[in-house]
């Protein structure tokens, strides 16, 4: 039997406050916003009502909810992503709780994060995904985290963490960036030998080699899919390869948004205002090329010489970014953020799939100020007329693409 693709929530809990002259007045978003803007008594019960939006995912049948880490800026307001994840493992007992990721090198010691990650799973029941991420520059700039060697401690930051997990402690750890006499994390996580283990990145193939070697699950970070997306999919399936193993759907995932209205034209009407608040603000000085950018300077992200040369060829400053949209077709031709009744959404993320199998969906429902109740309609409208159909065309297409998938994933159940 071939496995259904996987629809999950992402929330990136953006602060929808901004006066309407923001993008006229402030040159970014990110880091150097000023905080004076947030307004605490608008702000009253706001995480609550995006932990809720969650839930309600989970009522109606997402696979999981998904949440990141992001630092200093109005466009994600999770820099500790463990402490929802923990209202969730409380308020929900349905759903994966998908955390993409904690950024080890912006945490002093990786055995607490070890902790906390086990922590929730046995909150959770087994329902944690553990993400790790190195970082893209916005944080580099804000926790004064140098770019170079983030990479290479990201990598023994992790190396400790599944040790923690699935070594018996106590044992002594001495690395390059870290040393501990003792090792020896309680609790240990309820899943075995420890939760699936999700990465970030982008086509490098370094990070794609240290993924395949590991086992883990590829998360492409990218807004923008059509042939590119293909790309990435066809690259990693190369890459594992290398090392003798054979791709499967369920191994990588993608991040999307999606808004849903009755028509076409319901969709853009109810969610125009959110979709621009989210573009023209949430995105500036981070997707933009307007305003002061500090997602890339000298030497940040670090991208290793051996890349370097594949990197100046397919990167081009002039390329306009996300939030350089102007209208509904410059969006459309994104195919970052769909938006359309269930039978157009349905229709573009089937052809998707058709382009490049992959397993994981991660949908991004609310975006920058949108209202609560539509968003929830947006998902409701989702979870039941596109969700069924994309669920069963992608076992077909899966199958079809991939006709070892029923004999492995068949063995797993029996197993």
Partial sequence: ???????YCWHFMSYPHLAPDFDQKHDTGWVTVPNTLWDKQKSRGLLREYIDQLVYASEIG???M???EHHQNIYGLMPSPNIIAAALAHATTKGRIVVLGNLLPLHANPL???????????MSDGRLVAGFAPGSGPETFNYDVPSA???EQFWEALDLIRRAWTQPGPFPYDGKHYSLRYVNPWPQPTQDPHPPIWIPSGRSKGTL???AKHGYCYFLSSRSHGAATAKSQQIFEQVLAEYNQRYEPHRMGILMSVVVGETDKEAQ??????????LKNCLKGHQRREGRQLTYGPGVPYIPSSEWGDFLRGTDPTTPLLGDTEDWDDLQRSQSILVGSPDTIYERLR???ELAPIGNLLLQFHLGNMDNAFARKSMHLFATQVAPRLREDSIRIFGEKYPYLAETQMAEVVK
Wanted: net charge negative.
């Fill in 1 to 7: 039997m071939v496995k259904p693709v996987e629809l």
């Fill in 62 to 64: 997402f696979d999981g």
């Fill in 66 to 68: 998904v949440l990141n």
């Fill in 112 to 122: 607490r994060v070890a902790e906390e990650y086990a922590m929730l799973d046995n």
């Fill in 149 to 151: 060697p983030s990479r």
């Fill in 209 to 211: 080699r240290e993924i």
């Fill in 269 to 278: 009407e109810m969610g125009k205002e959110g979709i621009w608040y989210f």
């Fill in 351 to 353: 052809a998707l799939l």
